[in-house]
T-cell receptor, first 117, second 115 residues
Framework: AQTVTQSQPEMSVQEAETVTLSCTYD???????LFWYKQPPSRQMILVIR??????QNATENRFSVNFQKAAKSFSLKISDSQLGDAAMYFC??????????????FGTGTRLKVLA | GAVVSQHPSWVICKSGTSVKIECRSL??????MFWYRQFPKQSLMLMAT?????????EQGVEKDKFLINHASLTLSTLTVTSAHPEDSSFYIC???????????FGPGTRLTVT
């Protein structure tokens, strides 16, 4: 069974600085998807970034980028130029590909990010 | 982008009563919907997967007779908490998988408080 681990329950970053959130996972599958979701106080889950395992290039979305290390099964999120609005709970998630027939997400325990003004 | 709505956004009910939560995909067809439960400061725990027109698949440890799921159409799934008790108080989130894009979109959640 797949597992997702986020070892940092809480992180803090100064506004305009850079922070990296860690995520490791375990799977025997060779192809899958990895996600970072943001959950602000409203509790609406917001997709931050997605990475397909067969793609070697790290995904980027504006100030958000990932460091995907497939062999190490590591998937960290880097937030550059942190803003107050980035403060939220961040969840790392794993999903099998469609061919496996399993669409469900497996979430990590989350990292609460605080942004200091 | 694709939108998933949930109704109600919050509900308070008395112990022993049942409450129904709706999850709708507003601008896409969803063959599969997922129901999650989230306790304060914890992660999302998948409760069940519902496929349109068929019985839901429940995760281990989730009581199917207590959490009734119906996925009657490609845009609507409902979760009914039967004979609710205070320990059922939680935040319930649904997500819907787009039939054509194979992407999942999350609803805004429903806060259930059982008194």
């Amino acid at each position: 069974a797949q597992t997702v681990t986020q070892s940092q329950p809480e992180m803090s970053v100064q506004e305009a600085e850079t922070v990296t959130l860690s995520c490791t996972y375990d799977t025997s599958e060779s192809d899958y998807y990895l996600f970072w979701y943001k959950q602000p106080p409203s509790r609406q889950m917001i997709l931050v970034i997605r990475q397909e395992a067969y793609k070697q290039q790290n995904a980027t979305e504006n100030r958000f980028s990932v460091n995907f290390q497939k062999a190490a099964k590591s998937f960290s999120l880097k937030i550059s130029d942190s803003q107050l609005g980035d403060a939220a709970m961040y969840f790392c998630a794993y999903r099998s590909t469609l061919t496996s027939g399993t669409y469900k997400y497996i979430f990590g325990t989350g990292t609460r990010l605080k942004v200091l003004a | 982008g694709a939108v998933v709505s949930q109704h109600p956004s919050w509900v308070i009910c008395k112990s022993g009563t049942s409450v129904k939560i709706e999850c709708r995909s507003l601008d896409f067809q969803a063959t599969t919907m997922f129901w999650y439960r989230q306790f304060p400061k914890q992660s999302l725990m998948l409760m069940a997967t519902s496929n349109e027109g068929s019985k839901a698949t429940y995760e281990q440890g989730v009581e199917k007779d207590k959490f009734l799921i119906n996925h009657a159409s490609l845009t609507l799934s409902t979760l009914t908490v039967t004979s609710a008790h205070p320990e059922d108080s939680s935040f319930y989130i649904c997500s819907a998988r787009d039939l054509w894009v194979a992407e999942q979109y999350f609803g805004p959640g429903t806060r259930l408080t059982v008194t």
